[in-house]
């Protein structure tokens, strides 16, 4: 299963709350990175697979313009209805061709939704579309996780959490990984309920198994360039060390060339 055929992805209302959490010390760090990074202000701000616009709602009450879009025509529609009422919007469109109208000085894409795009061509494509809609001097900050990671450490949950009259239940956690094949299995179940009702999600999604090398690659080969790389808890990643699986969710800063 990809992300265009998941259940979870056309069920905006349970995700929103599964996935929910608190986000002010992550934009903190978005600012942080814009300030550092950026040449010259941001104030246009993209995300690829936004899902239903947390972020990005977040993002417009701090006084950025806004746009994102998502495959899913179900996750779009959630977030546009969620970010018209602050100046911003989604469409629904893929990460290979998706083009909006102007630039942007910054985008980002977190928790490894980058992985699925499996091949080089579609992970090359994707990058050069991002370097289209980004001015010089921009910034793409995408979190990704890299291949080999022990699968007893490679899993998350299973965590609870209540919102919109919902109480949710999540698990996510890679089963296996092929890195001949460049391929990661991995497993997600969602439990959501309300009252008597009860709805279970429970999918396998294949994304990439990154390295190191796959993904400096092609970025080298894009418009952008690696400029710096944070841990998860937003710390300096020391730029000298090598990548791997059992580092985490890691963030890395390009910047439009």
Not at 104 to 130: M, Q, T
Not at 189 to 210: N, S
Request: proline letters at 4%; one cysteine or more.
């Amino acid at each position: 299963m990809t992300a265009t055929d998941a259940p979870l992805y056309s069920s905006p209302e349970i995700y929103e709350v599964a996935f929910g959490w608190r986000l002010d010390q992550e934009i903190d760090f978005y600012e942080d990175c814009f300030r550092r990074h950026a040449q010259g202000a941001v104030r246009r701000v993209l995300e690829p697979c936004c899902g239903t616009g947390r972020l990005l709602e977040a993002l417009s009450r701090r006084g950025y313009a806004t746009l994102g879009y998502d495959r899913s025509g179900e996750m779009a529609a959630f977030a546009d209805a969620r970010l018209r009422p602050h100046g911003g919007e989604a469409h629904r469109g893929d990460m290979e061709s998706f083009q909006a109208d102007g630039v942007f000085d910054a985008a980002l894409i977190p928790v490894n939704s980058i992985g699925y795009l499996l091949d080089d061509a579609s992970g090359a494509a994707h990058l050069e579309r991002i370097g289209a809609m980004l001015r010089a001097g921009g910034v793409y900050i995408v979190q990704l996780s890299y291949g080999g990671e022990p699968l007893e450490d490679a899993r998350f949950g299973p965590w609870g959490n209540r919102g919109n009259g919902l109480s949710t239940t999540l698990y996510w956690g890679v089963e296996r990984e092929d890195p001949e094949a460049k391929r990661s299995y991995q497993r997600c179940v969602v439990t959501a309920r309300h009252g008597a009702w009860k709805r279970r999600i429970e999918e396998e999604h294949v994304l990439r198994y990154w390295t190191q090398e796959d993904f400096d690659r092609l970025v080298e080969a894009s418009p952008l360039r690696l400029e710096a790389v944070y841990w998860d808890r937003f710390e300096p990643f020391p730029m000298e060390w090598k990548r791997y699986g059992e580092h985490g969710n890691l963030y890395h800063v390009l910047v439009r060339r």
